[in-house]
């Protein structure tokens, strides 16, 4: 348990529909991080917030829209996806947006038919 | 941040330690050593960190060599929970993403 959970934990969605993932946590932290893990490939980062603010957006498909309405709570909204985007979505709390170690959820799996 | 390089699988005995190598050859003076293991299809979780001093916790030892070009985590007593994928991150007080890499997919064996 790293204090920060994810619902739900695996989501199977027709490439049509919207859904969004959540993310929480209650430690304190001022940054939260969006990664996606596909299969045989390294963590990639999508989205930073801190301060609830948007930092940073390594180049993510406007199909992956990121909410930060407060410093625990976290959200993907995601519409129109393709079968390429399934992956095991990983969401991360830091006490600060620069330099100190990140606490991983258990993440959601994603599968996109 | 610095490249690093880890052995792509290792396998240790129940009950034995595990001593996992990263080499950062090219690690700058302000980048610390992180660690962190990913059990299968669960997060990424933090394991340790350091600079240039050996380090210990309550999960691992972090022995860094004195001119810092590579490190080594220690996992003292091995058990079939410590099966998973551990990566070794080298990374800036200024940065704000963590590379993951490969890792190492350690497996311990009964």
């Known amino acids: 348990e790293t204090g920060v959970t994810q619902t739900p934990r695996h989501l199977v969605m027709g490439m049509t529909n919207k859904k969004s993932l959540k993310c929480e946590q209650h430690l304190g932290h001022n940054a939260m991080y969006w990664y996606k893990q596909s299969a045989k490939k390294p963590l990639e980062l999508m989205f930073v917030?801190?301060?609830?603010?948007?930092?940073e957006n390594n180049s993510v498909p406007s199909r992956f829209s990121p909410e930060c309405p407060n410093s625990s709570h976290l959200f993907l909204h995601l519409h129109t996806l393709q079968p390429e985007d399934s992956a095991l979505y990983l969401c991360?709390?830091?006490?600060?947006?620069?330099?100190?170690?990140?606490?991983f959820g258990q993440g959601t799996r994603l599968t996109v038919v | 941040d610095a490249k690093t390089t880890q052995p792509t699988s290792m396998d240790c005995a129940e009950g034995r330690a595990a001593n996992l190598p990263c080499n950062h050859s090219t690690i700058s003076g302000n980048e610390y050593v992180y660690w962190y293991r990913q059990i299968h299809s669960q997060g990424p979780q933090y394991i340790i960190h350091?600079?240039?001093n050996n380090e210990t916790n309550e999960m691992a030892s972090l022995i860094i060599t004195e001119d810092r070009k590579s490190s080594t985590l220690i996992l003292p007593h091995a058990t079939l929970r410590d099966t998973a994928v551990y990566y070794c991150i080298v990374r800036s007080t200024g940065a704000n993403n963590l590379f993951f890499g490969t890792g190492t997919r350690l497996t311990v064996i009964p």
């Open positions: 350091g600079l240039k």
């Open positions: 991360a709390s830091s006490q600060a947006y620069l330099g100190t170690e990140a606490f």
């Open positions: 917030y801190s301060l609830e603010e948007r930092v």
